[in-house]
């Protein structure tokens, strides 16, 4: 129809003439309430975004004399957050003393990255920042 003839149609009813497809062939119009029509579109979007998943980042801690059953402990909780698509990223602490043996806080790291090569790859490679060693694993 016409577009005169359908913003009679909608003076006459009190609502508005709204364009829902303009790319269309003819293009779309609907006779509708304008602020209902712009409501739905943003209620359209909310729940869009509601189950968009965003990339988290995790955190796990550990110090350099980590026993070897919590240390797998924290490798599995490594490994379940990213099968979830979650970064990981894993600090070090060091305290006191431990400041001296780098070494084998690097020796921890590594096992640790070995361990969850499975599941991901290092983006930002281990790094000493004051007294805490870091790095971050992201999901294949």
Not at 24 to 30: D, G, H, K, S, T
Not at 46 to 68: F, S, V
Not at 116 to 121: S, T
């Amino acid at each position: 129809m016409s577009v005169q003839r359908a913003l009679d149609i909608a003076n006459q009813q009190e609502l508005d003439l709204v364009e829902v497809a303009p790319t269309a062939n003819p293009p779309v119009c609907r006779i509708i309430e304008f602020s209902k029509f712009k409501y739905d579109i943003e209620k359209k979007e909310r729940e869009a975004k509601k189950h968009q998943k965003q990339g988290r980042l995790k955190e796990i801690r550990l110090k350099p004399n980590i026993d070897e059953h919590d240390f797998e402990t924290k490798v599995k909780q490594a490994v379940s957050f990213l099968k979830k698509k979650d970064k990981v990223k894993v600090n070090l602490f060091f305290r006191g003393r431990q400041m001296e043996h780098l070494d084998i806080g690097r020796k921890v790291v590594d096992k640790f990255i070995v361990h969850a090569q499975a599941e991901g790859q290092v983006e930002k490679s281990p790094s000493l920042e004051g007294r805490i060693m870091s790095f971050v694993i992201a999901p294949k």
